[in-house]
């Protein structure tokens, strides 16, 4: 990779997201609506002494959620577009290379993340008042990592959609599944043994316990910066798979 092009090719992508301003509201907006949502949906609901709220717990987790639903759903229709509008054959005719264009979809995708996950999260501490035993700043990190985890699936999975609806048809295969096993509604370690198998293999149930991590104590731990580690090595995976499988057109 060329660290120039990289550069030019990040602030292009900066550049086009800046005057999009539906996709900025999807990012910046959306996730605060949702966990007003959240809020009012367990704000009353009894927690065990000595444990942490229903909100608390589940808010958490939503902060880690929103970064990864989102820019998979941004960048998978994004990048599909580039393809069928022939901008993407133009650019790999210049010395522009397929990891630069992805590193640069990742890095792009990965700072609006982190912007993502910081308004969320000053919303959910300051406005709606979510404790945890561990700092914000790592709640936001983990955000940024996971975004980036999606932007590099969804520039995978969009290789092989030749319209819109068929890069949205990726969702329920690739993120439903790992909503549903990440831990969130039963403990990994009380599932059935072949549920537990599939769920040690999805990276976002890393990334759910790294967040867990976060809420139970108030130094970084080792677990949370294998489970950091293991997501961001996931997203750098799909990346150079995304790579791979990139194809200039749509048929």
């Given at each position: 990779?060329?660290?120039?092009?990289?550069?030019?090719?990040?602030?292009?992508?900066?550049?086009?997201?800046?005057?999009?301003?539906r996709t900025?509201?999807?990012?910046?907006?959306?996730?605060s609506?949702?966990?007003?949502?959240?809020?009012?949906?367990?704000?009353?609901?009894?927690?065990?002494?000595?444990?942490?709220?229903?909100?608390?717990?589940?808010?958490?987790?939503?902060?880690?959620?929103?970064?990864?639903?989102?820019?998979?759903?941004?960048?998978?229709?994004a990048?599909?577009?580039?393809?069928?509008?022939?901008?993407?054959?133009?650019?790999?005719?210049?010395?522009?290379g397929?990891?630069?264009?992805?590193?640069?979809?990742?890095?792009?995708?990965g700072?609006?993340?982190?912007?993502q996950?910081?308004?969320?999260?000053?919303?959910?501490?300051?406005?709606?008042?979510?404790?945890?035993?561990?700092s914000?700043?790592l709640?936001?990190?983990?955000?940024?990592?996971?975004?980036?985890?999606?932007?590099?699936?969804?520039?995978?999975?969009?290789?092989?959609?030749?319209?819109?609806?068929?890069?949205?048809?990726?969702?329920?295969?690739?993120?439903?599944?790992?909503?549903?096993?990440?831990?969130?509604?039963?403990?990994?370690?009380?599932?059935?043994?072949?549920?537990?198998?599939?769920?040690?293999?999805?990276?976002l149930s890393?990334?759910?316990?790294?967040?867990?991590?976060v809420?139970?104590?108030?130094?970084?731990?080792?677990t949370?910066?294998?489970?950091?580690?293991?997501?961001?090595?996931?997203?750098?995976?799909?990346?150079?798979?995304?790579?791979?499988t990139?194809?200039?057109?749509?048929?």
């Open positions: 990779m060329n660290g120039r092009i990289l550069a030019a090719t990040t602030g292009r992508i900066l550049r086009q997201l800046r005057h999009d301003r900025v509201a999807l990012l910046v907006v959306v996730p609506v949702l966990l007003t949502l959240v809020y009012f949906m367990y704000v009353d609901q009894p927690a065990p002494p000595g444990a942490p709220s229903t909100f608390d717990r589940v808010a958490l987790i939503m902060l880690g959620f929103f970064p990864f639903i989102i820019m998979f759903l941004v960048t998978s229709i990048m599909l577009r580039e393809r069928t509008t022939g901008t993407l054959e133009r650019l790999l005719t210049t010395p522009l397929k990891l630069d264009l992805l590193f640069g979809y990742g890095i792009a995708f700072l609006a993340g982190v912007l996950s910081t308004v969320a999260s000053v919303v959910a501490y300051r406005v709606f008042g979510l404790e945890t035993a561990g914000a700043w709640v936001v990190l983990i955000a940024g990592v996971n975004a980036v985890l999606a932007v590099a699936l969804g520039l995978f999975c969009s290789a092989f959609a030749r319209t819109e609806f068929q890069a949205v048809q990726f969702m329920p295969v690739v993120v439903a599944p790992q909503l549903l096993l990440c831990g969130l509604f039963v403990p990994r370690d009380e599932m059935a043994g072949w549920l537990q198998a599939i769920s040690d293999a999805l990276p890393y990334a759910v316990e790294a967040l867990q991590e809420g139970a104590h108030a130094e970084p731990t080792g949370m910066w294998r489970d950091v580690a293991i997501v961001a090595g996931a997203a750098v995976a799909a990346l150079v798979l995304a790579a791979a990139l194809r200039r057109r749509s048929g």
